[in-house]
């Protein structure tokens, strides 16, 4: 752990913490035993925010506790989205996926088990299609895959409804994962923005429920849609072997390059190896799925799913 090597290799006095929202006033110290065993639970031992204090508060509250010293910027980004640019992952992907593809089956189950059973499953990524594409990718059991990247209409001749009518037709049955960000487009835009600045995005995951209903009841045939949204838990949930190694390997880099006299820098995995980055150029842009890479073809190979247009 970072706080274990700040004590005990380079035997720093005290290591000191905060969630923004709390400021610098209430900084929880991080001791050896303070911090045992936090890897074990899922979300966050500092707490969680929306959004961050004003750059001014932050600097008063800096210059209130007199840190005149000269302060190393060291990031290791979170992010379950993995929408870091540059970066191969962040901690807390896999084992979102992991997690994702538990509700996945579940959707499964309960398609499976009904007469026109319609699984539908709504996963995270407001601007990125990753876990969704993962995690139907993985699971096998994915019938459609909707994506923020990539464009596609509901109804016509080539919409997704029509292709559901074909699934039922066909297998009695079918699953749809949807990533929070997809078809933004086709709902009633908001200007309304969270605390951290990002448009609060309509409810595709609802939308598409009823919209599956409707569609079924006007055409005539039975459908029994069973939703699944398991925001909460794919959060909340431990993390595994995968991100527990990797989140301790980038912590420990992230303490070694502030030891070595850098600043403005976030620790990361690029084209396979830990690096830094600069955060300047991390932050200009979300990383998205690219519609053309190998990965989101090999996803629509295993769902079958065509061109929705």
């Known amino acids: 752990m970072p706080v274990s090597m700040l004590f005990h290799i380079l035997r720093c006095s005290r290591v000191l913490d905060s969630i923004v929202e709390l400021q610098f006033d209430d900084n929880l110290q991080l001791s050896r035993k303070v911090v045992e065993n936090i890897n074990l ?8 925010s929306r959004g961050g204090a004003k750059t001014s508060e932050i600097v008063d509250s800096i210059q209130c506790r007199k840190r005149k010293l000269k302060v190393s910027v060291v990031a290791v980004p979170k992010t379950i989205d993995n929408d ?51 995690a139907s990718l993985s699971s096998g059991q994915i019938d459609v895959c909707l994506i923020p990247e990539v464009s596609f209409t509901l109804d016509g001749e080539h919409g997704v409804m029509r292709h559901l009518e074909h699934l039922l ?36 995951g609802v939308h598409m429920q009823q919209k599956i209903k409707s569609h079924f009841k006007d055409i005539g045939v039975p459908a029994d849609v069973k939703y699944i949204d398991p925001t909460y838990m794919v959060r909340a949930c431990r993390a595994n072997a995968s991100d527990a ?12 390059g502030a030891f070595a006299g850098f600043s403005g820098i976030t620790s990361g995995i690029c084209n396979t190896h830990y690096a830094f ?27 079958g799913q065509p061109d929705f247009h």
């Open 41 to 48: 639970s899922g979300g966050s031992f500092l707490g969680v």
């Open 245 to 256: 190694i990797l989140c301790t390997v980038l912590g420990q880099n992230a303490v070694h």
């Open 277 to 303: 980055l600069p955060i300047t150029e991390v932050i200009t842009k979300p990383k998205r799925v690219n519609p053309n890479s190998r990965m989101w073809h090999r996803c629509l190979t295993s769902t």
């Open 84 to 134: 870091i640019l540059f970066m191969d992952k962040t901690f807390g992907f896999d084992t979102a996926v992991e997690e994702a593809q538990r509700a996945i089956n579940s959707a499964y189950i309960e398609a499976r088990s009904a007469y026109h059973g319609i699984g539908l499953v709504k996963l995270m990524g407001r601007s990125s299609g990753f876990i969704a594409m993962q």
């Open 169 to 204: 037709e066909k297998k009695g049955f079918c699953v749809v994962c949807v990533a929070e960000g997809a078809g933004q487009d086709l709902l009633q835009k908001s200007n309304a923005t969270d605390a951290s600045g990002n448009v609060i995005l309509s409810d595709f």
